[in-house]
């Protein structure tokens, strides 16, 4: 079975970056769509951008749209979130999910597989 391990998260402040990673193993990312969703304390877990692996089609949230970058690297079948511009209200855990279809898909219970999230904090 594929599982998925996110890295990358820290502590940065607000107008800065990080760049997350989700990383595959035992199923390869192609033929499927990887998604990124986050989730705030006492939030609801929200879609943030997703990708068609085999074409790189990319599909982002309206809050993160302009600063956010979806890309990936076959050889190392690793997805990558590109988080530019931080604001304070991106403070989240970061969960990186595939499914086996490609294709744009927002809803969080589209996706199959979930890696464990990773903490991105953005301070003043």
């Known amino acids: 079975q594929v599982q998925l391990v996110e890295s990358g998260g820290g502590l940065v402040q607000a107008g800065g970056s990080l760049r997350l990673s989700c990383a595959a193993s035992?199923?390869?990312?192609?033929?499927?769509?990887v998604g990124w969703f986050r989730q705030a304390p006492e939030k609801e877990r929200e879609f943030v951008a997703t990708?068609?692996?085999?074409?790189?089609?990319?599909y982002y949230a309206d809050s993160v749209a302009g600063r956010f970058t979806l890309s990936r690297d076959n050889a190392k079948n690793t997805v990558y979130l590109q988080m530019n511009n931080l604001k304070l209200e991106d403070t989240a855990v970061y969960y990186c999910?595939?499914?086996?279809?490609?294709?744009?898909?927002?809803?969080?219970?589209?996706?199959?597989?979930w890696g464990q999230g990773t903490q991105a904090t953005v301070s003043s």
């Open positions: 999910a595939s499914r086996l279809t490609s294709g744009i898909e927002i809803g969080r219970y589209e996706y199959d597989t």
């Open positions: 035992g199923r390869s990312f192609s033929s499927t769509s």
């Open positions: 990708i068609s692996w085999h074409d790189a089609i990319t």
